[in-house]
């Protein structure tokens, strides 16, 4: 498949095939528990709510879930749930609310009735409009955390790829400087900005080689491996075409490419909205592959997939340019 026939739609042979992406509530309810100091109210048919109760909470959370009926999602009338909202904003933590497939295809007048219930969060999680399940993330951490209220600090917080307590994310964002190594986390940031004097530092793909000299102690980047890009960089064949396999492919592409070295076939390790905005940038006319094995003359950047973007760039440029 070449970029330009890319839909920002759920790869169906993909998802068929890896089904171990399960549904967007899967993740939303494991967060959720995680950050423990919130509620949760699933809003769907049977097998949704079902499905959500078997998740654990800690005790002080509360983990309900609504099953719709024909008086709310063919009559419309919400009576019943009125009294489910009444009863859960008493609760001293904030409850998230799920709307699940079926109620968000039916038009429910659900998003007015929560705005007189200033302590409950409201987030769509429909299957089919997701590229991928976790894309879900970003509008969870954002929709819960984007109205906080903050008391910056003169520090440097790092948000890494796991999961964190609520009280630990309201630390972290409480800093002047935050590191972001965590793609889902990117939305609330840029939501904070616009509130606090937040200096954000994108560490999810790979960026200009001055970005790196300038944060190179705040990222812990050896010098020596920067200089080493910078010197190398003008002795890689301009004349040939590249393909590479990395999570990080997409913006390793786009890098290149400003300095004319031409990629032409990327191997990818899942689609999603994230990965679908990168792709964007490149040209059309890109090959690209996902969940696939490679071929031969392909260049497996897997090694430094599980360390910082510019491990991914170094260890393109330490293959091609001095081998």
Not at 161 to 181: C, R
């Given at each position: ?25 899967d993740y ?10 919130i509620n ?261 950047l897997q ?21």
């Amino acid at each position: 498949m070449k970029i330009k026939e890319l839909k920002k739609e759920r790869l169906l042979f993909s998802y068929n095939v890896f089904y171990h992406q399960h549904c967007p509530l899967d993740y939303l309810l494991e967060e959720a528990y995680a950050l423990k100091k919130i509620n949760i109210l699933t809003l769907g048919t049977g097998e949704c709510c079902f499905f959500s109760s078997k998740q654990p909470f800690d005790s002080e959370a509360i983990n309900w879930s609504y099953t719709l009926q024909d008086q709310e999602l063919v009559f419309g009338n919400l009576n019943e749930l009125k009294n489910a909202f009444k009863l859960l904003n008493n609760h001293p933590y904030p409850t998230l609310v799920i709307i699940t497939c079926i109620p968000s295809m039916m038009n429910l007048d659900i998003e007015n009735l929560i705005q007189q219930y200033p302590k409950f969060i409201l987030i769509h999680a429909p299957c089919f409009k997701l590229i991928h399940s976790m894309d879900i993330l970003s509008d969870f951490y954002d929709q819960i955390f984007k109205n906080c209220t903050l008391t910056i600090e003169n520090k440097i917080s790092l948000i890494e790829n796991k999961s964190y307590t609520y009280d630990e994310i309201i630390s972290l964002l409480s800093s002047q400087t935050i590191i972001v190594q965590n793609i889902y986390f990117l939305k609330l940031l840029q939501s904070l900005k616009k509130r606090y004097p937040i200096t954000m530092i994108d560490n999810t793909r790979i960026q200009e080689l001055s970005f790196y000299f300038k944060y190179k102690d705040l990222l812990s980047i050896d010098e020596k491996k920067l200089i080493f890009i910078q010197k190398n960089l003008p002795k890689i064949d301009r004349t040939k075409k590249y393909a590479i396999q990395s999570k990080y492919a997409a913006s390793l592409a786009y890098f290149l490419s400003k300095y004319h070295i031409f990629v032409d076939k990327l191997y990818l390790p899942y689609y999603s909205d994230y990965i679908y905005q990168e792709l964007k940038k490149l040209n059309p006319e890109v090959e690209i592959f996902f969940y696939s094995s490679i071929e031969t003359n392909v260049l497996s950047l897997q090694e430094s997939d599980a360390k910082k973007p510019i491990d991914a760039l170094y260890q393109f440029i330490e293959v091609i340019a001095c081998h």
